[in-house]
């Protein structure tokens, strides 16, 4: 799907793609207190995972790294890829794909918000708030995840109250 248009350089007929953007999210997941969600700053309000465009010549997990640390002020180790969404309607904004990624946060006492999130905070799996974007998704994926990795009660956090997985 492309528009033929005219190379002002050479006068030939080129094929302009429109494509959709690259994007990533990061769930990050505190043991025995939930996942960190952002509270954004700018249009869609709402809370989401930390995440954001990704930049050109970025690889995707520099990427997520690089949005986990501007947003949450955490430096992450990435543990491994969720899931790519791809939906054209995940961001009312534009047709975005988003590749996901689980993280473990290296010093969780350095969580503040940062870069667009007009806050940040903890939120067990169980009691999130409205998620912006297709956030909702992606952690009910995690979950389901979660519960196939570590099937007992608590779903691998210990069984604590609040924190119930599967």
Do not use: W
């Not at 953007?21 to 769930?27: I, S």
């Not at 949450?72 to 590749?99: A, C, K, M, N, Q």
């Not at 979660?146 to 119930?164: A, D, H, V």
């Amino acid at each position: 799907m492309g528009a033929v248009k005219t190379c002002p350089s050479c006068g030939q007929p080129v094929t302009v793609h429109v494509n959709p953007v690259p994007t990533v999210d990061v769930v990050i997941s505190l043991p025995g207190q939930g996942v960190v969600l952002v509270a954004r700053r700018n249009p869609p309000l709402g809370f989401a995972l930390p995440g954001g465009f990704v930049d050109y010549g970025e690889t995707v997990e520099h990427a997520a790294v690089r949005e986990a640390r501007e947003e949450t002020g955490l430096d992450v180790e990435l543990t491994g890829l969720l899931g790519v969404y791809s939906h054209p309607s995940r961001d009312e904004r534009l047709h975005t794909i988003s590749v996901v990624f689980t993280a473990q946060a290296r010093d969780p006492s350095a969580l503040r918000a940062g870069d667009d999130a007009a806050g940040v905070g903890v939120y067990p799996l169980d009691r999130l708030p409205d998620l912006a974007f297709d956030h909702a998704r992606i952690l009910a994926d995690y979950r389901r995840l979660r519960c196939r990795l570590s099937p007992e009660p608590g779903g691998g956090y210990g069984g604590l109250p609040g924190q119930g997985l599967c």
